[in-house]
Every structure is written in C-alpha cells, then in structure tokens.
C-alpha cells in the first residue's frame, strides 16, 4: 500500500476533477522495475479499464490502482504534495523502485546482468532496444538484443565496439562478449 498524504489526494482529486470524466481514477506502474532505470508513471484511468492485476486503494475522492507485480518495488512507497511559496509539487518517493546493486561478492551473473541494466540499456533505450544477459560460460558472456536492436543491422558494431569493451573493463574475467539473438525474427529494427 502507498502512503498518499491528505495534501496530495486534495491535489490529486483536483486535478482528476479538472478532467471532467466521470469514473476517472488514477493508476500508478512502474517501468523497468528494479534497474537503475526504473521510472514510477502515474497517470489517469477509469475502472473499466482496470483487471484483476491491480490492486485497489480507495482514497476516498478516487481509487488508485497499483500494479501487482509492481508491489514489491513500491514498498514503503509515498506520494505527498508539497506546497513552496506559489506552487506546488507532487513527488513520489519510492526507495525500493530501482532495487539494490548487487554486492562485489554476489554471483558474477547477478553483477554483469546489473551491470547491463544500468550502464549499457540506457543507451540501447535510445533506439528503442535493450540487451539481457542469457549465460556466462567460462570467460564468455552471451547477450541477447531486444526491442529495436533486434534485427539491427548495427547490433554487431555496437556489441563488438561499445558493449564488449564496457564490460570487460568492468568484469575482467570476462573476455568474449557474444551475440546470443535470432535477428530474422526481430519486428522492428532500428536500422
């Protein structure tokens, strides 16, 4: 459950009242959850919209709706409205959303798939790709494109001339960075 303070539910129900839509709530997701770059999204719904995968909290004025896979990351969760001179602002504190950094003694799969999530998908977000880590095999590291890198015709380049350097600077124990994609299959590649 979110804390949601009295000053941010007024807020809040102001803005959904603005809206004019009758039945309008909110519904709060979380986008990359436990990666560095988890993001918190809250954004307007109405109640038929919303499943079974949603858990609801009744504000009194509106319901939010929470994501249950999401719950986890939105432990000890806060949204408050914070009112600084003539305005205001809405913050949402969330300290579980981008999970922890694995400890130097976790499991190296653990640290370089960490590794991946915040140093390298970033970049790949860009043109709407990512990359996971599928296996390490000795001094081998396989990787497979998603989204956009997927069927890229510059997924090669940017593995052999940005990824493979990254991550064996990072992780000397790692030598060889592999490509572990079907690139026939991709839907939508970037180039």
Same mark, same amino acid.
């Given at each position: =459950?979110?804390?949601?303070?009295?000053?941010?539910?007024?807020?809040?129900?102001?803005?959904?009242?603005?809206?004019?839509?009758?039945?309008?709530?909110?519904?709060?997701?979380?986008?990359?959850?436990?990666?560095? +770059?988890?993001?918190?999204?809250?954004? &307007?719904?109405?109640?038929?919209?919303?499943?079974?995968?949603?858990?609801?909290?009744?504000?009194?004025?509106?319901?939010?709706?929470? #994501?249950?896979?999401?719950?986890?990351?939105? !432990?000890? !969760?806060?949204?408050?409205?914070?009112?600084?001179?003539? +305005?205001?602002?809405?913050?949402?504190? #969330?300290? =579980?959303?981008?999970?922890?950094?694995?400890?130097?003694?976790?499991?190296?799969?653990?640290?370089?798939?960490? &590794?991946?999530?915040?140093?390298?998908?970033?970049?790949?977000?860009?043109?709407?790709?990512?990359?996971?880590?599928?296996?390490?095999?000795?001094?081998? !590291?396989?990787?497979? &494109?998603?989204?956009?890198?997927?069927?890229?015709?510059?997924?090669?380049?940017?593995? +052999?001339?940005? =990824?493979?350097?990254?991550?064996?600077?990072?992780?000397?124990?790692?030598?060889?960075?592999?490509?572990?994609?079907?690139?026939? +299959?991709?839907?939508?590649?970037?180039?």
């Amino acid at each position: =459950m979110i804390k949601v303070s009295e000053s941010a539910v007024e807020f809040l129900a102001g803005v959904i009242n603005e809206q004019d839509i009758e039945g309008l709530h909110l519904k709060v997701d979380v986008a990359n959850a436990g990666t560095p +770059s988890a993001d918190c999204h809250l954004g &307007f719904c109405e109640a038929d919209e919303i499943d079974g995968s949603y858990e609801v909290q009744d504000l009194g004025p509106f319901n939010l709706y929470v #994501a249950k896979n999401d719950e986890d990351y939105l !432990a000890d !969760a806060e949204i408050d409205y914070e009112i600084q001179g003539a +305005s205001g602002q809405l913050n949402i504190k #969330a300290p =579980m959303l981008k999970g922890q950094t694995p400890d130097d003694d976790a499991p190296l799969f653990e640290r370089l798939s960490y &590794f991946i999530d915040a140093n390298i998908n970033p970049m790949l977000a860009s043109h709407g790709g990512n990359a996971t880590l599928t296996a390490i095999e000795k001094d081998k !590291a396989y990787i497979q &494109f998603g989204g956009g890198c997927q069927g890229c015709g510059m997924a090669k380049q940017t593995l +052999s001339q940005g =990824m493979q350097s990254q991550i064996t600077t990072a992780f000397p124990e790692i030598n060889d960075v592999l490509d572990a994609t079907d690139h026939a +299959s991709g839907d939508n590649p970037y180039y």
